[in-house]
């Protein structure tokens, strides 16, 4: 099963709920309580860039004091995981040890613990209920743990 945080700001929660469930109902979807996946996910401060050696980038947020959950390599890029209550700790700490660094990303995100794959015939309803969240006009980001065989 796939799971979908919603994340929304709004001025009417009637308004927003009653759009976000729509888009919930139309797709064959179950809606939850909230927060009833969050614990699905890691709410985590995601910082990627340029890099090759993240042993150099570890031992510099270490040296910090900076509480990191991992830091991976891979084709020429260095991603970053902390905690998402490290983010401005991880983002000092790689601008006094790098001043020039150009950050490709810089965020906080919910990382699925779990994926679910999406079969192929329940691709087109699962893109239909995508960009309807995506045109809700309260909904800022959606966060799920399904992979998408293109």
């Not at 979908?4 to 109902?25: A, E, P, Q, S």
């Not at 965020?107 to 794959?117: D, L, M, N, V």
């Not at 691709?123 to 995506?134: E, G, V, W």
């Amino acid at each position: 099963n796939c799971m979908v945080i919603v994340d929304c700001l709004t001025d009417n929660n009637n308004r927003t709920i009653t759009d976000v469930r729509n888009c919930f109902t139309k797709t064959n979807s179950k809606i939850g309580a909230p927060g009833a996946v969050s614990h699905m996910f890691d709410h985590q401060a995601v910082f990627q860039f340029a890099g090759e050696d993240e042993d150099a980038i570890l031992e510099v947020l270490m040296e910090a004091d900076v509480d990191v959950t991992e830091v991976e390599q891979e084709d020429g890029k260095i991603t970053v995981y902390a905690p998402h209550t490290e983010f401005n700790n991880v983002k000092t700490a790689l601008n006094d040890a790098y001043p020039d660094l150009t950050l490709d990303a810089e965020e906080i995100t919910f990382i699925p613990q779990t994926e679910a794959e999406i079969s192929e015939e329940d691709r087109p309803m699962f893109d239909k209920f995508m960009d309807m969240l995506n045109d809700c006009d309260d909904v800022q980001d959606v966060y799920h743990n399904a992979v998408l065989n293109d």
